[in-house]
Every structure is written in C-alpha cells, then in structure tokens.
C-alpha cells in the first residue's frame, strides 16, 4: 500500500511518519519510509537546490526540479517496494508539487496533474494523510524546527515565502481533499501526536491494539 503524508509546512508530516514507522515496526509489517525531494540518490542532489535559502530558481525551473527528483524516486524506490510487497511510507508527493507550485505560484492545475501523471507513469497513493492546520500555527513550528536543528538556510526556502502564498498552499491541499475524497483523509494537526496516530491508523485500516 502507497501512503502519503501531506500538509502545510510545520503540519508535523515528519513526526505522524515517524510514529507510524515505529507501529509498523512493531507489528513486523514490511514497509519503507521516504520523502521527497531526496528519497533517491538522485533525489539527494536536487534537494538542496530547491529547499536551500540561497536558491534562486525559476518557477518553471523549480516544477521541472520536483518531476526529476518524482520520476526517479518512483522508478528507483517507490515502484520496487510496492512490487516486493511492502508498504511505502512517504513524506510529500505529487499533491505536494500541485498544491505549491499549482495554488501557490499559480501555475494551470490541470497542467501539473498531467505532469505529474507523465512523471510517476500514473502512480498515485493509495490513501493520502492531509495534515491541515491554520497556517500561521505550521510557520511557527516551521521556523522554529528549522532554528532548532539548524536547517534555517539549508532547507528553509520555502518557509521564507509570505503568509499568503502558505494560504493559498493550504487551500490547494483541501481542495484536492475535496476532489479526491476516497483517496485523502484530513486530519487535524492540532492533536496531539498519538491521537494523530491513533486516527492515521484508522484511516489505514490498522487497529491500534494490532
């Protein structure tokens, strides 16, 4: 099964992926945990040129950045555990790059999801986690993770962007939400971690007690 975990920045998508890693471990069910951008070799070259505070990228320059780093990051790691069968855990996806680059910087949706399509050769999640928050709350938390670990300028890019270009981002999540309602479950990022685990595993069919 493909999972992913989406939302605003600072929503908490590392923190829900690393508790359901833990239960997946737990129960010795095969998995594999990645994120994009940099869940390939490939992957691990491009991120710094798109999350680096430093960065100056065209938009166009920036989608075409994402689709890179998506199409192998499918073909290397995604595809080959899905075929092994084990569930793939995976930190942003193509909603992502639609959300951001689609509602953010105004590029034609319709475009991006053909793109994206091209891109994965139409591979889509089976079930999406849609962290969702009041902005303002997740550039909070961004900032101060970032501040925390030291990743304000290695990966703080788009946490520098206005408030208003996270609105619109937010906005674009919940209207995907909308679209693909049997795919996406909308979660409040404002519990506390376990009760956000506890409602995830619900959301992928896993008992708690399992």
Known sequence: ?????????????STLLGLLAGEFERRALPFVRTREPGGCALGARIRPLLLDVSSRVDERAELFLFLADR???????????????????CDRYADSTIAYQGYGRGMDVETLQRLNDYAT???????????????????????ARNGREGLTESEGRFEAE??????????????????WPERF???DARLSPEELLACALEALGLSRRA
């Open 1 to 13: 099964m493909f999972v992913t975990v989406e939302g605003v920045e600072g929503a908490g998508k």
């Open 71 to 89: 199409a192998q990051h499918v073909a290397e790691t995604i595809r080959p555990a899905l075929q092994r069968g084990a569930w793939v855990l």
């Open 121 to 143: 050769g139409g591979l889509w999640p089976d079930k999406t986690l849609l962290l969702d928050l009041p902005v303002e709350t997740g550039l909070s938390r961004a900032l």
């Open 162 to 179: 206005e408030q208003a270009f996270h609105q619109r981002i937010r906005e674009g999540f919940l209207a995907r939400a909308e679209r």
């Open 185 to 187: 479950c909308v979660l």
